[in-house]
Structure formats: C-alpha cells, structure tokens
C-alpha cells in the first residue's frame, strides 16, 4: 500500500489558509500555490539519494555529498496543475516536464483526457505528478494510468488538499505510489467539491468564471 504523507510544516498551512480565502484573488493565489509548491518539493524531495563527489574548497581537498545523477520528471495535470509546476522546478530545475491534460466532465464526474506529452525518456525518470486537488481521485488515477504506460521508473503524487476518497482511490489503483499533500480535508459535496476545500483550482488559478 502506498503511503500518505500530510506535508504539515507552518509555513505551509499558514499559505494554504491564504489560499483558501474566497478573498484570495487569482494573483495572490498564483503566487502562494508557487510558494507552497516549492516548500513542498522540499519535502517530496527528501529521498532522493546522494554521492561522495571530491571537490576543493579554498582551504583544502575533500569528499562531499551531492544528488547522485538521478533522473526526475514533473508531470502537472492539467489546467491547475501548472500553477505548481514553476514551484518545483525552482528545486529541480533540471527535471524533464511532461504534461497530461485531463478535464472533469461535470455531469459524469469523470476525467476526459485531451493531451498526453512525457519525455521521451521517461522509462529511466521518477516522475512527480502534480495537481493541487485530489477530490474523487478520478483525475489523479487516470493521469497515473496514462503515464503508466510509458513505463516510467517511478510516480509519486503531490496535491494541495486531498479528500479521503481520492486518497483512497488512489490508493487502489496505483497502490506504488505514495501520496504527498498539505491538507485531508472533511470530504466532498453533492458536486465533488472538496470540503471546506478551496474552490475550483483552475479557476481561482487563471480567474476564469
Ligand atoms: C480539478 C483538479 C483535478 C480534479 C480533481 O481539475 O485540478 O485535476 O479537478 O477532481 P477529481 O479528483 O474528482 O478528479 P478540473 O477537472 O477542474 O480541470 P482544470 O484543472 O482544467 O480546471
Ligand atoms: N476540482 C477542484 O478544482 N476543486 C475541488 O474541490 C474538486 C475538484
């Protein structure tokens, strides 16, 4: 089973508050998703494995640490997902982005997907894929599904705020792919809105409706 990891630092609740206040406008939203994106990478980031490099400081020679040429990849879902992006490539800027771009469709619920573009090297990358909302799971899990088959090395997804039923989705679906998030929330409404969530991401993102 995959593990949930709730990214609960101050900062990162304080942003997220921000974030959720209706009266937030889409600038300031933009801005404190970026912010809390990269405070997250940091998080996200913590596994990644390290090498001995011998390098010379100007007192002397010595063997030092530093990131052992792994291979990452960003993966925003589309649309609210690239308000992310910008934040974590700030940590990772040599990671390789591919995009999947996924609707909810708001009679069914369910996700339709309209792109699909991952490096081409995708089987030799860990990809993190990015969306600040897992409301149902629905979105989440087909995006991991379409990655999936380009084989990737490995997928971890990161959100803003998950509902427990996406969690749980997600879970079950992809049960090799641990969830990073900065809130569990109550759970959804008759719309599949996350409560008390933060509205539509896409939306307050780009100020769209
Ligand atoms: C939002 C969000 C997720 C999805 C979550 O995208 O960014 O992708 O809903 O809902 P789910 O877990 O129930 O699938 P939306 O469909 O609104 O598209 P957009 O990002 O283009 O606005
Ligand atoms: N998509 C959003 O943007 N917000 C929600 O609360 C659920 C799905």
New binding site residues.
Partial sequence: MSKVKLIDHPLIQHKLTLIRDKNTGPKEFRELVDEVATLMAYEVTRDLPLEEVEIETPIQKGKFKMIAGKKLGVVPILR?GLGMLDGVLKLIPTAKVGHVGLY?DPETLEPVEYYCKLPTDVAERDLIVVD??L?TGGSAAAGIRFIKERNPRSIKLMCL?AAPEGIERVQQEHPDVDIFTAAIDEGLNDH???VP???????RLYGTK
């Fill in positions: 609210a909810r600040p909302m409301a705020i599949a809105y996350i969530g933060l509205g539509d991401a896409g939306d």
